[in-house]
């Protein structure tokens, strides 16, 4: 069994930039996929970036290429997610997920099997 655990989330002003962090423990040497999603008030669990922890490649939905930068630590055990130029529209409860195998696609939710509790950006000008 995985646990994961997200940090970095909370109020931040409009303009501003943030880092989250999800760290996985327990059986953690068979995940190949981490990723990161959001799901805003109203709307459904969308895919934001996505990272291999076997390969290295990573990959960032449309949406979100530019502000969006994943990373793992070399541990290859945290995986974080930078966030620059926060607006109104980030507003989103950010979910943490982590896979057994490699995914076909990695941006659909079904595909993992592991999921943080989430951690709460609100962004405010």
């Known amino acids: 069994q995985v646990h994961l655990e997200e940090s970095g989330g909370g109020p931040v002003e409009d303009g501003g930039s943030l880092r989250l962090s999800c760290t996985a423990s327990?059986?953690?040497?068979?995940?190949?996929?981490m990723a990161w999603f959001r799901q805003a008030p109203g709307k459904e669990r969308e895919g934001v970036a996505a990272?291999?922890?076997?390969?290295?490649?990573?990959y960032n939905a449309r949406p979100f290429k530019g502000r969006f930068t994943i990373s793992l630590d070399d541990a290859k055990t945290t995986v974080y997610l930078q966030v620059r130029n926060l607006s109104s529209d980030d507003t989103a409860e950010y979910y943490c997920?982590?896979?057994?195998?490699?995914?076909?696609?990695?941006?659909?939710?079904?595909?993992?099997?592991?999921w943080g509790q989430g951690t709460q950006v609100t962004v405010s000008s």
């Open positions: 997920a982590a896979s057994l195998d490699n995914v076909a696609v990695v941006f659909r939710p079904s595909e993992y099997n592991f």
């Open positions: 327990g059986n953690t040497d068979n995940l190949w996929w």
């Open positions: 990272i291999s922890r076997r390969r290295g490649v990573s």
